[in-house]
């Protein structure tokens, strides 16, 4: 099975930018829909990014397109987002999931989590 471990979260200003990484154990990302969830506090978990196991596609949630780019690297046991033009309501705790469901964006399709990851954006 693998094991995810976030990094690179932190405090940022409007506008900036950050680069969250997703290290896997374990085993690799290979047969994985890797994605990219965050929760702010009050709010339910809600998706954000994903890259598909079948032909690596990516996918957006509307409100990061343009601005987030999920990526992984070649060996497949880091999986990235880059996130750029921040803004206040970014801020939340993010999650790196792994599911075996292609194209998924509901967090029960995803059954291996990290345990998450803080951003906050100021104004």
């Known amino acids: 099975q693998v094991q995810l471990v976030e990094s690179g979260g932190g405090l940022v200003q409007a506008g900036g930018s950050l680069r969250l990484s997703c290290a896997a154990s374990?085993?690799?990302?290979?047969?994985?829909?890797m994605g990219w969830f965050r929760q702010a506090p009050g709010k339910e978990r809600e998706f954000v990014a994903a890259?598909?196991?079948?032909?690596?596609?990516?996918y957006y949630t509307d409100s990061v397109k343009g601005r987030f780019t999920i990526s992984r690297d070649k060996a497949k046991t880091t999986l990235y987002l880059q996130m750029n033009s921040l803004k206040p309501e970014d801020t939340a705790v993010y999650y790196c999931a792994a599911g075996e469901k292609n194209w998924a964006t509901v967090p029960r399709d995803y059954d291996r989590w990290g345990q998450g990851i803080q951003v906050t954006v100021s104004s």
């Open positions: 890259v598909t196991k079948i032909g690596e596609s990516t």
């Open positions: 374990g085993r690799t990302f290979s047969g994985y829909n």
